[in-house]
């Protein structure tokens, strides 16, 4: 699982030129009021392009930067790619990484075996690690350790790593032999094997270059997760990876890589990302409002929007790109942009939760709706929404202009978000064409589903201290009702799961028998204030409930309810909405079974 900080806002860029660039950015961003809890850095921050190194004329107040950044509650996240200058460094003295790796023999190596290969990538002349090999990733591991010493990173993002080399095999050309030049080339980029990256014949620990090509970047997460992990050995942190293979997700993240700003792009984002929910790397997402290019306030706008919905959800484009983070804007989209972030970051709770079920179960967290309604044909080609678990429907404006949506809603009882009310008209297995205002992304709720939500705040460090809330979407059945989860820990230790330092809630509603919280799972108490799972109740909305007028309520223990204060408890009679608020001072804690009626 990622760290729960790992599904917030995040912000990058290649090259915000020096440190007070990236103050500026950083300030710009927090004065908008927009949740964001991550700031990165691109290999701008190096010295010379050279890993493990920081530019100390550039960027020589970046440990005080990062400090700014943990003391308000946000995190940092810096590049590295496995390209490894072999030139000293500025100064004239040797680069220690790759003296230290040249001495341990960890390079990816020629046909022969011994002499490392040379490609060019950022840094010119490059070797590249070879992380099948167990000594190379020690090293790996050492050196980002010492870069730790001095940048206290909370997570890396490693890139470039199919290996991308900026020559096709090497300095030197590749060999004419049959690794390098097979009778048949799959459909790649090129007419070369090696076009682009390195000669096929060239030697790792695991076998020749050609049978682990396709392992370079999982071998790079395993061991730049590894190296976290002795980083910080008691914290998840965050690891993003451009390339993957089957099974990454057990390490990484990913993104989908360099796109650009254009409408189409934007689009063709959410296959991407459904695909890499069923390759399992749940944790996925885009470069909101494209990384190549110059984007559009529009674009950019409708970006933010379907972006607060992507699993991995970071802002990020080019060094000759104009600014696109959301302060660089216009008022009208920096309150577009707070609005919706702040739904992504009322819903964490339940985002969560869906990774908890991706882990243990290789279930997906983003999921096309024809994995929820497989029997309906019409949702078996719907690629321009997708759903959040079982229980959210996205429905994103993907094309210029365009000031309505049309949403397919499957044959289930759907409410919006923002208003708790039911869809209207006849709409069960139709097309809907819906509202879509330049300000307003359209979100629906199923019935039956009960999502756990949080109050949000400017970061995840502040919002995971906030009262927790219950929308509650019934279903056609006054028995059955609704049912959903809540998986809780500290969000950043390893091994939550298997200790059982974590708290598992089972919701269960019906307009007959009022909301019902069956703690599961409980780490050992007492629980004082302050720790994790000490968290109140604070509102519960439930939808599609048929009442006669306002009802008395009352919550509690079983065995001990109590009366809600009737000043705290709404009643919406013509949209069948239920609101009860102000429950915090109630003390329903979330770590206590709860049971809430109403007549």
Known sequence: MPAYWGLGFQLSKWFYNNSQGLRDVIQRTRATGIPYDVQYSDIDYMED????????NSYGDLPDIIQDLHDNGQKYIIILDPAVSNKNRR??????????????????????????????????????????????????ADNCLDLHNNISFDGLWIDMNEPSNFLNGSVSGCSGNTWNNPPFIPAIKGSLLYEGTLCMDARQIWGSHYDVHSLYG?????????AMRSILPTKRGVVVTRSSFSGTGQFASHW????????????????GILEFGLFGIPHVGADICGFGGNTTEELCQRWMQLGAFYPFSRNHNTMDGKPQDPGSFSQSMIDSSRDVMMTRYTLMPYLYTLFYHAHVAGTTVARPLLHEFPSDPKTWEVDRQFLWGRGLLISPVLTQGDTTVDAYFPDDRWYDWFTGFEVEGVYRGQTVTLDAPLNKINVHVRG???????????STVYSRRNPIGLVVALDDSNSTGASGDLFWDDGESYDSIETVEHLSVRFTASANDGISCQVDVLPVPPLPPGHWAYLPYGMFYVLGLELPGTPSVKAGQPGDLRDVDSGNVQYDVDNKVLRLTNLADM?????????ITWN
């Open 49 to 56: 392009r050279k890993d493990f190194t920081y530019d100390g």
């Open 91 to 140: 100064d004239g003295s040797p680069y220690l990484p790759y003296e230290t790796g040249r001495a341990a023999g960890v390079f990816v190596n020629t046909s022969d075996g011994r002499t490392p290969i040379v490609g060019q990538v950022w840094p010119t002349d490059s070797v590249f690690p070879d992380f099948t090999n167990p000594y190379g990733a020690q090293w790996w």
């Open 218 to 226: 999982h071998s790079m997460a395993i061991a730049t997760r590894d």
């Open 256 to 271: 989908l890589g360099d796109n650009k700003a254009a409408w189409e792009d934007m689009a063709w984002s959410i296959p």
């Open 448 to 458: 039956g589903t009960i999502l756990p939500t949080q109050e949000p705040a400017n």
């Open 587 to 595: 003390n329903l804690m979330v770590f206590n079974d709860l049971q």
